[in-house]
């Protein structure tokens, strides 16, 4: 997790450093250099909350489960960000209500999984379940 948060870190200075001349790659137009570097310094900073969703995810997938971890990110990244689109950029219509989708969803997904990780009883049935296949009672 450390190893995560550390490049998001580096990557998230980079992104922000670089967001004008990264934007001047597709386009000259000096408002949408602007645009992108306003959305970038909107969502950027939140970009750590993905590395708890990938570590816990990561983690939870290399023991066996899968699909758990499959609908937790389903659920908080996918139809979070569409019910986000349908209820509430029609009240906050600017670019940063539909930035914010970015950082909520990210952080709920990743509260989700933390409670998950914590609380989901995930260890026992792996350890269950290697018990199983190597013919241990």
């Not at 602007?34 to 816990?56: H, K, M, N, Q």
């Not at 139809?79 to 029609?90: E, G, H, Q, S």
Request: hydrophobic letters at 55%; charged letters at 10%; a neutral charge.
């Amino acid at each position: 997790l450390y190893m995560l948060l550390g490049t998001s870190a580096v990557l998230s200075v980079t992104l922000l450093v670089l967001a004008p001349f990264g934007a001047r790659l597709f386009s000259n137009d000096q408002e949408v250099i602007d645009l992108t570097a306003r959305i970038l310094f909107f969502f950027v900073p939140y970009y750590s909350l993905w590395c708890f969703i990938e570590g816990f995810s990561a983690t939870l997938r290399s023991v066996g489960e899968t699909i758990r971890p499959m609908m937790i990110s389903i659920l908080g990244i996918c139809v979070l960000r569409i019910a986000w689109i349908l209820f509430v950029v029609p009240h906050w219509n600017t670019i940063e209500g539909i930035s914010f989708s970015y950082p909520v969803s990210w952080g709920v997904t990743a509260l989700v999984f933390g409670l998950y990780y914590k609380f989901g009883n995930w260890f026992d049935r792996c350890v269950k379940n290697l018990d199983a296949a190597q013919g241990v009672e």
